[in-house]
């Protein structure tokens, strides 16, 4: 007979309250990289991007890294812990929501 878990009066809002955190920042963050990439101009060629792996040509030399990409990647960095974290509190929190 597999082990159930005894039902607990209460408690389900820790439950809840985990994974509402994961969904809020999860779309927050998809909102906001959205937003990004329209004020940055990720959209603005389309029509010489579908071409672009159709070209036959070398891609030359390597440019060289823009003076705030490091701070970017930083940023990045952080973001994605963040999520991380998150995803990893609300699984715990989903596994220790049932014991006493």
Do not use: K
């Not at 082990?3 to 994974?19: A, F, I, M, S």
């Not at 060289?64 to 973001?79: E, I, K, M």
């Amino acid at each position: 007979m597999p082990h159930t878990w005894p039902r607990v009066r209460g408690g389900n809002e820790v439950y809840y309250l985990g994974w509402i955190l994961l969904i809020v920042l999860g779309v927050g963050l998809g909102i906001w990289a959205f937003m990004w990439a329209i004020r940055s101009g990720q959209f603005a060629e389309q029509e010489r991007a579908r071409f672009l792996p159709l070209r036959d040509e070398c891609l030359g030399p390597e440019a060289s890294s823009a003076p705030g990409s490091r701070v970017a990647v930083c940023f990045l960095c952080l973001a994605g812990g963040l999520v991380l974290l998150s995803m990893a509190a609300a699984l715990w929190l989903t596994f220790t929501a049932g014991r006493g």
